[in-house]
């Protein structure tokens, strides 16, 4: 699936630039990705009614995602690893690990727990 675009929205400190550790401070990088695919391509037959979407003029159907990157603020200090959360309809469900409570709202901001992720 070809990422076609990529918006950044928002770029701020997570937790208030509290300290995790080695890695220190994170920063929080909010965005849009942009994607089209082939809806005749076999691999994207998975894909739910995809061959009832519009079509832009390469025959292609378009879709977004939303996405949210914590990174270290400063790479070096992180641990080059990534962990990668498959979300459903907004929930962001990694978090859940740091003993927080389940928040519903995928717009409340990300609460940090007790920070072993």
Known sequence: MP??????ADRSQFAHGDSFGEAGSYELIEGKVHFAVDPLNPR????????????????EVEMSADFAVLKP?????????L?????????KTAFGFNSIPSIADPTAPLEPGNGFL
Do not use: H, M, W, Y
């Open 3 to 8: 990422v076609t675009k990529l918006e950044i």
């Open 44 to 59: 994207n037959q998975v894909i739910t009614d995809l061959d009832l979407a519009p079509r832009n003029s390469a025959g």
């Open 73 to 81: 603020s400063e790479l070096g200090r992180g641990n080059r690893r």
């Open 83 to 91: 962990l990668f959360d498959v979300v459903n309809r907004g929930g």
